[in-house]
């Protein structure tokens, strides 16, 4: 049943808001590792369109140039399955975390109190997050590991 507001129902929302703005801002930082996310998913991509180009006008068609190829076409696909997990799971956080403030909102209104409902939410946003970053974490090694291994330059 929804509850009337009245002045106590006033100040019920404006700490409902004062709890919101932490959510808020971490969906602002979450928002700034998809871009970070996806800006690297474009590089990658971008690579493997160049590497697609250079194969299809490498005259040299020699068994050597095309195991290279292929390899450094795995590299990149690898990379590429990574930075999307960790786009999913970077979403997840978002979604998550607007279902703990669209719920924390609604038990006020309709008067239920399932704290353990926006507690489980909010801990599963922050496992979801741990896995971006640990996803994200995994990108660099790849990238800084293939520089380290680097012998020839293929685009």
Known sequence: MITQLNSDGVNIVSQLIQLS?????????????????TGRLSRIIDKVDKLDKYEEENILKDEKSILKITQRREFLTMRM??????????????????????????????????????????????????????????????????INKKQSYIP
Do not use: H, Q, W
Not at 82 to 111: C, E, K, Q, R
């Open 81 to 146: 399955k990574n930075t999307n997990l960790a786009i999913l799971f970077a979403t997840s956080t978002g979604l998550l975390v607007a279902m703990v403030i669209v719920t924390m909102f609604l038990s006020a209104i309709f008067d239920f109190k399932d704290f353990l409902f926006i507690a489980i939410l909010f801990i599963l946003a922050m496992i979801c997050l741990i896995i971006s970053l640990f996803l994200f974490l995994r990108e660099i090694f790849y990238t800084t590991s293939f």
């Open 21 to 37: 703005v932490a959510p808020v801002f971490l969906l602002a930082g979450v928002a700034g590792l998809l871009n970070v996310f």
